[in-house]
């Protein structure tokens, strides 16, 4: 794919400084070649010396680099921000939305236009996916389960089984509890690979709106996540945890079981959070603490 620098300009409605060249693919600056693309999100002599260095690229920078710099740049207010629009918009491929022969699809499943699933997902009855949603290989959607508009469901995800849930008969014998509610997710929701989100015990399982969970997360029975929350690899978040808006969870976070953790909340690398977390607070530590 290759556009011109001006058309990259146009579409961030801004100024294009220094020649109108072709850009053949984006580019880190350290592997960056003739028609690349590049950004630099603080500036630094060294960087600005490193972009010197390259003939015919163009890069987003910050206003700080504006006068220094002899190669194609634009300035923009959030270099990796505009990057990832950029590298979008004019070197991705759209999905074409396919349905792989080897997909299994269960009665009445209730799918939006333009769905894509791959390779060995299956999708259990009563299932409903939303427009535009891709659902990749060996996924796994429970029965009941909703998705909606425009999310994207990694490969090996398994969304909708039970919950680890069981109440002890003596000290031998456990009795598993049946599990009736749903997951439901809503739009623009991502779940990352090997993620696994149980269906609720007797209320549903929610992730709101526009909130993205990496690879390897596990969520039990019974959570509600609110919207744009960014919960990153390898975190656990254990049955009936309710989690605010745009809150932020690190790799290898553990939440007990009840937790309330409140909008706009940060839980640092690693930490283990056993109590009440408050809005706009930052936890990190085992047992978590507040961060000052």
Not at 4 to 21: E, N, R
Not at 201 to 209: A, R
Not at 214 to 222: F, G, L, S, T
Not at 232 to 244: L, P, W
Request: glycine fraction near 10%.
């Amino acid at each position: 794919m290759t556009t011109k620098a001006s058309d990259i300009a146009a579409f961030l409605a801004l100024t294009l400084h220094g020649p109108d060249i072709a850009i053949n693919a984006p580019s880190s600056l350290r592997s960056a070649s003739m028609g690349s693309l590049v950004f630099a999100n603080t500036y630094s002599d060294a960087t600005r010396d490193a972009l010197e260095g390259f003939e015919s690229i163009c890069a987003l920078v910050g206003e700080e680099f504006r006068g220094t710099l002899q190669c194609s740049y634009i300035i923009v207010e959030n270099p990796r921000l505009a990057f990832a629009k950029v590298a979008k918009q004019f070197f991705v491929s759209p999905l074409t939305p396919r349905i792989a022969s080897t997909a299994i699809i269960g009665q009445n499943v209730t799918m939006g236009n333009r769905v894509s699933i791959g390779e060995f997902t299956v999708v259990n009855d009563n299932a409903v996916i939303g427009d535009d949603t891709e659902l990749r290989n060996h996924v796994i959607i429970s029965a009941g389960t909703q998705i909606g508009d425009r999310c994207l469901i990694k490969s090996h995800a398994i969304l909708g089984e039970e919950g680890f849930g069981f109440e002890s008969e003596t000290e031998s014998v456990r009795v598993r509890i049946p599990h009736f509610g749903r997951v439901l997710i809503e739009d623009d929701v991502e779940i990352g690979s090997g993620t696994i989100i149980a269906r609720g015990t007797l209320d549903d399982t929610v992730i709101g709106e526009n909130t993205k969970i990496d690879d390897q997360v596990y969520i039990a029975h019974n959570v509600q996540i609110g919207p744009s929350t960014m919960i990153i690899a390898q975190a656990s978040i254990t049955g009936s945890v309710k989690i605010g808006r745009q809150c932020w969870i690190g790799p290898n976070v553990s939440i007990r079981d009840g937790i309330i953790k409140g909008d706009y909340s940060f839980v640092g690398v690693g930490a283990v959070v056993v109590k009440l977390v408050l809005a706009n607070y930052t936890v990190a530590g085992n047992p978590a603490k507040v961060f000052e």
